[in-house]
């Protein structure tokens, strides 16, 4: 399925290593360590709608005798006359004059639509090693760009559900078939970021920083049932913590 972006909440951990570089600028390694969990489901998806009409017709058929030179009452049913001499009436029709005529009896429509349900389940964990470099403003602003490599390992549970209902001259729908599966797996992706970050320091051990990161990753891709799915995790995201230097 086709999952549109969503909203996700991540906790998540940095440890920096700053080597001072003079004249307000530092750089270093850094660590960041988070986790995100990720559900997304869409229920009443349609991709079946038929609608057939049955006819049913009585069919009564008409057929023309030749009885020229006959004196017969024309009344129907005709039960013969005593006393009269005369040919048999022909026991075959006259060519070509059987007519038909159809009768409308009954007429159902019948109706055919299917329901899906599908969900994801998807729990990542992702590690990134990178370097930053920063500069301090008035010993208590600063800020910082970084860049790494990122390791995301990814578990995920998928599952699809689906029913075919008929639907007879507007009556209640009925489930004339149903089907159901589940697949899970684990992936490890691959990827790199680049963060910005800006933090104001209240003394000499604690700070706060608010910081703008773009990660780009592998996509996610896998298939339950009928349904496959294509998840893509690369991105943008804001992130607020305190910090803690020693």
Not at 90 to 107: E, G, H, K, M, Y
Not at 171 to 182: E, L, M, Q, R, T
Request: without cysteine.
């Amino acid at each position: 399925w086709d999952k549109g972006a969503e909203q996700v909440s991540a906790p998540y951990l940095k440890l920096r290593y700053e080597g001072d570089l003079g004249n307000g600028w530092s750089a270093g390694p850094s660590v960041y360590v988070s986790f995100a969990r990720i559900n997304g489901n869409r229920r009443g998806l349609n991709t079946v709608s038929a609608t057939e009409q049955m006819d049913t017709f009585d069919i009564s058929a008409t057929d023309v005798y030749d009885i020229s030179g006959l004196d017969l009452p024309r009344e129907v049913p005709y039960t013969g006359a005593p006393n009269i001499v005369a040919p048999l009436v022909p026991n075959q029709p006259i060519a070509d004059s059987r007519v038909f005529t159809p009768t409308l009896r009954t007429s159902d429509i019948a109706l055919w639509n299917d329901t899906i349900n599908e969900s994801l389940d998807l729990d990542t964990w992702s590690i990134a090693f990178g370097a930053e470099a920063s500069y301090r403003f008035d010993n208590q602003f600063y800020a910082s760009l970084g860049a790494g490599l990122a390791l995301n390992a990814a578990s995920w549970k998928a599952s699809r559900s689906a029913q075919l209902l008929q639907q007879i001259n507007n009556g209640a729908p009925v489930v004339i078939d149903s089907s159901s599966a589940d697949n899970l797996g684990s992936s490890i992706l691959w990827g790199f970021y680049l963060q910005a970050s800006a933090g104001y320091r209240f003394n000499e051990n604690w700070s706060l920083e608010v910081s703008l990161r773009h990660d780009h990753t592998e996509d996610l891709s896998g298939t339950v049932g009928n349904s496959s799915f294509d998840v893509d995790l690369s991105g943008f995201s804001a992130g607020m913590g305190f910090g803690y230097s020693f």
